[in-house]
C-alpha cells in the first residue's frame, strides 16, 4: 500500500521509498523516512494533494511523490 491510498485519519509508518534520484532525496528532506509515523490530515476535494503531519510539522504531498513512499 502507498501513501496516496491512505484514509484521512490514519497513522501510518513508512515502510519503503521508491524512486531514484533528486526526487526520493527530496521526499527524504522533507523528513520521510524509513520508520516515520505520518498521520493523514486532508486530501483536497480533486485528490491532489494530501496533507499530512510529519515529525510534528505539517506537510503537503503531491499524489505523484505519495505513491513513492510505502506504507
Do not use: C, F, H, N
Request: aromatic share 2%; net charge positive; hydrophobic share 40%.
Amino acid at each position: 500500500m502507498t501513501l496516496k491510498e491512505a484514509k484521512v485519519g490514519q497513522t501510518v509508518t513508512v515502510k519503503k521509498l521508491t524512486g531514484e534520484g533528486a526526487i526520493k532525496r527530496r521526499i527524504m528532506d522533507m523528513g520521510i523516512t524509513k520508520g516515520t509515523e505520518i498521520y493523514i490530515r486532508k486530501v483536497a476535494p480533486l485528490g491532489d494533494p494530501v496533507e499530512v503531519t510529519v515529525r510534528g510539522y505539517e506537510l503537503s504531498l503531491r499524489k505523484s511523490d505519495a505513491e513513492m513512499v510505502e506504507i
